[in-house]
């Protein structure tokens, strides 16, 4: 099983992070481990990646490491473990975007469960952040046909809304098909629906 973002296990227990790293690996994710929030932040991964976050640690905690990613220009998803829940610690962490919050010894089902959500949550921005850089490739009126075609018209109607031939709205909807890497009018009604607000 391939999986598309890293792993990262940051955790101050050498014997937590060998075996979530072993455990993790054996279910086939490219996982990283760190011995702290400091060797972390000065290797960090280039890619986006679930972070497993234990939040008691010497040195930087959990909630600072996760306050310290928040300008990143690489998208992390935070899995907090810990052996002392805490309800305002929990609060916070959950504020600020956790997925979740699990006690040790933590359950394998459910950090699974975390980390899948956490990959969901970067695939989903990966997906837009790809999809707007198609977009941006758009001209003026390249846009202008691709929004009057996700909003239902014809090139007839486009045509007369944007004052230009039928013939010209063709064109235009061929190149921006092209820079969109769309092959069909469906497609392109589904990556709207996805990517205009």
């Not at 837009?128 to 941006?136: A, E, F, S, V």
Request: glycine residues 6%; proline residues 3%; contains cysteine.
């Amino acid at each position: 099983m391939s999986h598309d973002f890293l792993i990262c296990i940051v955790d101050d227990d050498p014997q937590v992070r060998d075996s979530l790293s072993l455990v993790l690996g054996l279910k086939g994710y490219d996982c990283r481990t760190y011995d702290s929030g400091e060797s972390f932040l000065s290797s960090l991964p280039q890619r986006a990646a679930c972070l497993i976050l234990d939040l008691k640690m010497a040195g930087m905690d959990g909630l600072d490491l996760q306050a310290a990613l928040h300008d990143s220009a690489t998208r992390f998803e935070i899995i907090f473990l810990t052996a002392f829940a805490d309800t305002e610690v929990m609060r916070s962490a959950f504020i600020h975007h956790a997925v979740d919050f699990l006690e040790k010894p933590v359950q394998l089902e459910r950090l699974l469960r975390a980390i899948e959500i956490g990959f969901s949550r970067l695939r989903d921005v990966v997906e837009k952040t790809d999809g707007q850089r198609l977009l941006d490739r758009l001209t003026p009126r390249e846009w202008e046909v691709f929004k009057a075609l996700a909003d239902g018209l014809n090139h007839r109607a486009i045509g007369e809304r944007l004052g230009i031939s039928p013939r010209t709205v063709e064109v235009h909807k061929a190149h921006l098909m092209e820079k969109l890497q769309l092959a069909t009018l469906a497609d392109l009604l589904k990556f709207s629906v996805k990517h205009l607000r």
